[in-house]
């Protein structure tokens, strides 16, 4: 009995971030000796911490979220008297293997592809601003200030997809992940039992001076595509490979059928799998039947312009060398065809519904929804009638009395935000 093996790869996540808030405004005033109308000098509140997704080539799992989901950047400062202002909340970066897309419930947010590549997911609130700028020729001394603006905060769906220069693809046994280790420094488990890898692996093999990363996923069987076997689980990591590599079991009892029913998983799959630049690699040479399997292999594929054909051993290194500068003149004419990627990076941002505004009338009562009127009244001074007049100009200024007016509302009636429940006058 073969004892089951835990895999420590883990390709799919989902965390949730949270913004810093910004900092409160401070209500103070000036009280000095020898200054009888200091003033109101209440300084504002600093801004919150964005939080931040960053490329690190030195990972290669999403492992560690497994035991952290939650993530949480600084919040603002609040402000003080003497008009100080509140600091700035720490930026939380977190960092993500290359080849990690990111989306929430929209759909796909950016897909980080180069290291150092940032990708702001939650920007930190405004922080409130102080008294000081609520002075006015009628209104010397107001009392209020503004709280700071909430971050934001939602979950993300992490979901990685190995970027490698070459896949290896191929039935169970096939040898991709001895063919791995025959050209690279890696060392995958290799045992002869179906599904001997259960996790994508990468592998780094120098040709010449030039470094090229191979990916090794799961065997694949058929019906792969719909959720046959384990290989499906792990399909979407040589999406991104430049080139594929099939490797193919010449010592097998049908080795040209097996090939074709990978491409066809291929295609199904994803149709521009088909379409790659690739090779066959012909492996278990060292054996007599795949010597004896070489020439009907040649027959069927070569002549009908399938890729083209590599005898191998993954045992002795028979072919290796060939097989690897093959892939590397196949990486230079790609090299040659695509243009070159932007170097600079880039900073998405998460775009913020400003507007989205519902008034409803339920029951008699009028309930105020969505981020903007949310938002104000997170922020608001609710201590004072100076606080709440002040909230009632901002609503008015991003539009709720004009939806409230269209719908009939009248002296009396309750109107609902949040948590917040006022009289109508």
Known sequence: MTQKRESAFIDEARIYVKAGDGGNGASSFRREKFVPRGGPDGGDGGRGGDVILRGNRNM???????????????????????????????????????????????????????????VQVARGGKGGIGNVHFATSVNRAPRMAR??????????????????????VGAPNAGKSSLLTAISAARPEIGAYPFTTLSPNLGVAIVGDVPIVAVDIPGLLEGAHAGHGIGDRFLRHVQRSRILVHVVDAAAEDPVGTYRMIRQELELFDPSLAEKRGLIAANKMDLPEATANLKQIRKQLERKGEHRIFPVSAVTGEGIPELLEAIRGELDTLQEEQPAEETAVRVYRVPRDEQGITVTKEDGRFFVRGREPERVLAMAYLENDEGLADLQRQLDRIGVFKELAKLGVKSGDEVVIGDLVMEWT
């Open 60 to 118: 290669n799992t999403l492992l560690h979220f497994q035991n952290q989901i939650h993530f949480r950047a600084d919040r603002g400062g609040n402000g003080a008297g003497s008009k100080k202002h509140g600091k700035r909340g720490a930026d939380l970066f977190i960092d993500v293997p290359l080849g990690t897309v990111i989306a929430d419930e929209e759909g796909v947010i950016a897909d980080i592809t180069r290291e150092g590549q940032e």
């Open 147 to 168: 709280k700071g603006e909430p971050g934001d905060e939602h979950w993300l769906n992490l979901e990685l997809k190995s970027i490698g220069d070459v896949g290896f």
